[in-house]
Structures are given as structure tokens and as C-alpha cells.
């Protein structure tokens, strides 16, 4: 024999209640992952890029070979947004090429703000 149980109608909609309550959390989580995942990716892209301007530098002591050489590193990133800067290296100084890029962050409900990133690359100038 089957019993058959009654729910309470006050908790009909309980569920749906808890639920419209934490999926803006839910989403917000989500986004913000996304988002710092992005973000971690675009420096990580900025050091490699820094790291091969400095390499050029440090070989071949010229500043736009460097800058070139930085820009053709960030490939995924918009080259129009990408800033370089390599000084001059002698050789009893460090070559140091810095790359600044901004990054937008968008997480709904939360926060849409741009952040500027930026990677750095120090090699030994060559003698």
C-alpha cells in the first residue's frame, strides 16, 4: 500500500525562494572567477612580453628592436592599448623593459573598473 504525503503550503515555494536569493552570489562567483582568471592570464602575457623586450635589449642594445620584440611577444592582447618602455643598457647596467596594458573587469552587480597591469623583464646588458 502507498501512503501519499502532503506538503504544507506555506513551503510550495521555499525552493524558489532560496534560490532567487543566492543566484546573484552564485553569478557574482562566477564572473569574478572568469574575471581573475583573465586578469592572471593578461600579467602573466605582460612578464613573458617584458621578459623578451629586456632579452633583445640586453643582446642587441636597440631600444625599438626591444620594444618590437615586446610587442610581438603579447600576442593575445590588443597592441593599441600595449605600452613599452626600454630604456638604454650599457653594460654595466641592468636592461629593464616595462609593459603596461589596461585591463577592464567587469563582474555584474559588483564591479566594472579598469585596472592598468603591468609586467617587468631585467636582464644583464651584454658587454
Not at 2 to 29: K, N
Not at 51 to 77: F, H, I, M, N, P
Request: charged share 15%; hydrophobic share 45%; with cysteine.
Amino acid at each position: 500500500m502507498r501512503t501519499l504525503r502532503f506538503r504544507s503550503p506555506r513551503e510550495d515555494g521555499a525552493a524558489a525562494v532560496e534560490f532567487a536569493l543566492l543566484l546573484p552570489i552564485l553569478v557574482a562567483l562566477l564572473f569574478g572567477t572568469v574575471e581573475f582568471a583573465r586578469a592572471y592570464n593578461t600579467l602573466a602575457t605582460l612578464n613573458h612580453a617584458a621578459r623578451e623586450g629586456a632579452r633583445t635589449l640586453a643582446v642587441t642594445k636597440d631600444q625599438s628592436a626591444a620594444e618590437s620584440a615586446a610587442r610581438d611577444a603579447a600576442t593575445s592582447l590588443d597592441k593599441s592599448k600595449l605600452t613599452i618602455s626600454a630604456p638604454a643598457c650599457s653594460p654595466s647596467q641592468a636592461a629593464t623593459v616595462t609593459a603596461s596594458y589596461p585591463l577592464q573587469l567587469h563582474i555584474p552587480l559588483v564591479l566594472s573598473k579598469t585596472y592598468a597591469l603591468t609586467g617587468q623583464g631585467v636582464m644583464r646588458c651584454g658587454g
